[in-house]
């Protein structure tokens, strides 16, 4: 595929000693090959299923639900499966900076400057983390694709590989 992507920006010296500069870009980014392709394997993590006890002893989280009162976790190893993702889509990020600089001509070698951005990346490639998955199944019933259940409720597999997650972002400045 292609994409196109813009950028403006400019520079102005109301006077010798300043100089205020300012950019809006759009960027993206193609996941990488290991992001891609790299290959899936098992790890086992240490993790705490909050759903231990299965509904009946966890009736506020709607993740739990269908899950047997029967069922305990056993190990705290559960099998986690980690790698790469062919279905990631790229990343894209819009940013805006502003900022100035400043050289007083009466003071030798000093320069000032203060920069303020706000960046945004949408469809971020990471991994969530298995507790985070598990957490957020339980609590709030989303990510709960990324976990395979056997018929008591034990967690048989539970995917940590890369995907998009929402967005990111990053404001501040620097002086």
């Known amino acids: 595929g292609d994409t196109t992507n813009s950028k403006v920006g400019f520079t102005w010296k109301p ?31 240490t993790l705490t299923d909050p759903c231990n006890g299965g509904a009946a002893a966890n009736p506020d989280k ?11 976790q056993a190990n705290p190893q559960i099998r986690t499966t980690i790698g790469g993702n062919p279905d990631l889509l790229p990343e894209e990020a819009e940013s805006q900076t502003l900022g100035f600089v400043y050289n ?47 018929s008591s409720g034990a967690v048989s597999d539970l995917r940590n590989f890369n995907i998009n997650a929402n967005s990111r972002t990053a404001k501040g400045f620097d002086w």
Request: net charge negative.
């Open 104 to 150: 007083p001509s009466a003071i030798d070698n000093l320069s000032m400057t203060l920069d303020v951005y706000d960046i945004e990346i949408d469809n971020t490639v990471t991994t969530v983390g298995a507790q985070t998955i598990l957490d957020a199944c339980a609590e709030n019933n989303t990510l709960c694709n990324l976990i395979d259940r056997g």
């Open 15 to 45: 006077f010798s000693d300043l100089m205020v500069r300012g950019t809006y870009s759009e960027a993206f980014r193609a996941p990488s090959v290991l992001e891609l392709f790299r290959g899936q394997s098992d790890s086992f993590n």
């Open 62 to 72: 709607a993740g739990c639900a269908g899950i047997p009162a029967s069922y305990e």
